[in-house]
């Protein structure tokens, strides 16, 4: 039986990829392990591997194509014994001889339910839009109602009778489970609701408000000269991180907590570290084991900060508070085309000079976009630092699923007050964002407090 090859979901949240390259050619014999392609993700490019052996009967889809979804066929292999030629053909036909047998059973099926009463069979185009049989209470009722909309955009299928009785009583079909045939509420349905009380609180609810939508691309053409731009389609990175970005916008509740902090100890320290690092030997030379930055410092203090105030290491949802015992510091890197956070696991129990290493192989990967998904998905809180292009305070987006992320910026020579006198002291500015509904503001406050004392007294994050 030939072997269908689909598109893996290479992440949890993947919809669709590109197919980058074929690794193998038709009539190549395969062993399960073989890597036979490489697939383009919005973050980065995996190589597949095969988990099945045989031969490569059809390239179903060829190496260049964009957007192929999640568990499209792209190749059928021929399994040990069988016709090449034959498996390619059921490639031809949809996929392999046993779905094409059940196609086939299924239509018959079909075309003997009429002989046992069953509705017409309906194409396939239009089965998803074929309303469902009257239930024997709506037979002698008006057809003027159709379906009623639920409140997500989604059809409640409901009787005429059902749907006036709830009306009357007040009782929200969208709440109901119907019981009648494909799941339609009927008029029982809506009786024992309202003996019951469940959803009667539906005369009460705001008619809902269509979220403003915006301008088209035709109305934003409209108002350039044509010939004054050039169009670049969105990849799709750029696609994601829109998409990522609006539903963080539109779905956490932000709130921004601002202070500065003093690094003068802090840099003396990265200093005297960075001196004392070993050396080893290398193709170029001796180098240092390791060279800390201030970020990989600022990764630390607040892995630790998290520590310290367990209580704003946490995720929101619906379920419940999800209550981290790890730090997981997401660190924003930026690629071309786009950005990517890989994920520090642990911070809080890594020394500076494995943060540093980690950090650097991290990077290195993302801007070749070879992270594995697990280096870039989860987290418990993120660090944006844009402190190396001179940008003094900004405030970042939240990255679902985190409660928290932190924007650094840069650090600069500026005047403070400390007994009475005017002093000059290296002063870097940081600001929180938090999802209200996780972490509130004294909680928020708490965890910036936390992360300033180590910033201030680096010594604490060595112990």
Request: proline share 6%; net charge negative; glycine share 8%.
């Amino acid at each position: 039986m030939p072997i269908n090859i689909t598109m893996p979901a290479l992440s949890p949240t993947m919809e669709e990829g590109n197919l980058a390259k074929w690794l193998v050619k038709e009539g190549d014999r395969v062993e399960r392990g073989d890597v036979i392609a490489e697939i383009e993700t919005d973050k980065a490019t995996m190589e597949v591997e095969a988990v099945d052996e045989g031969t490569v009967a059809r390239i179903v889809v060829p190496a260049g194509t964009e957007g192929v979804k999640v568990n499209a066929l792209i190749a059928v292999l021929a399994s040990e014994g069988e016709d090449v030629k034959e498996a390619a053909g059921a490639a031809a036909n949809g996929g392999s001889k046993a779905s094409a047998e059940e196609s086939k059973k299924k239509d018959a099926k079909e075309q003997e339910a009429p002989e046992k009463g069953a509705t017409k069979p309906v194409s396939d185009v239009a089965k998803d839009e074929a309303p469902a049989p009257k239930p024997i209470d709506a037979i002698t009722e008006s057809p003027e109602a159709g379906p009623a909309p639920k409140a997500d955009g989604e059809r409640i299928f409901a009787s005429p009778l059902a749907r006036r009785i709830a009306k009357s009583a007040g009782i929200d079909l969208a709440t109901l489970s119907g019981s009648g045939p494909h799941g339609r509420v009927v008029k029982a349905d809506v009786e024992a609701a309202s003996k019951s009380g469940v959803g009667k609180a539906a005369q009460a609810k705001a008619p809902a408000v269509a979220a403003p939508k915006p301008m088209s691309d035709e109305a934003v053409l409209k108002l350039f000269e044509e010939g004054s731009y050039e169009l670049v389609p969105h990849d799709n990175m750029r696609k994601t991180i829109a998409r990522r970005l609006v539903e963080a916008k539109s779905t956490i509740p932000h709130f921004y907590l601002t202070l500065d902090c003093e690094i003068d100890a802090l840099l003396a320290l990265r200093k005297q570290l960075n001196d004392a690092a070993p050396m080893k030997k290398t193709e170029k030379g001796e180098v240092p084991v390791y060279k800390l930055s201030v970020n990989d410092m600022i990764i630390k203090a607040m892995a630790m900060a998290l520590m310290a105030v367990p209580d704003a290491n946490a995720s929101w949802t619906e379920g419940g508070m999800l209550k981290h015992r790890h730090a997981d510091v997401g660190v924003a890197v930026s690629i071309p085309g786009g950005l990517i956070t890989p994920i520090v696991r642990n911070a809080e129990v890594k020394t500076l000079s494995a943060i540093s290493n980690e950090m650097k192989d991290l990077a290195s990967r993302a801007r070749n976009r070879k992270l594995k998904p697990e280096e870039y998905q989860g987290g418990t809180t993120a660090v944006s630092n844009l402190g190396m292009f001179g940008i003094k305070d900004f405030s970042a987006v939240i990255n679902p699923p985190h409660a928290t992320i932190l924007a650094v910026g840069a650090g600069e020579q500026r005047a403070v007050v400390k007994d009475g006198e005017i002093k000059v002291a290296n002063v870097m500015t940081v600001t929180l964002s938090t999802d209200h509904r996780a972490v509130d503001g004294a909680l928020g406050a708490e965890l910036l407090a936390a992360f300033k004392k180590y910033v201030e007294n680096p010594l604490g994050m060595l112990v």
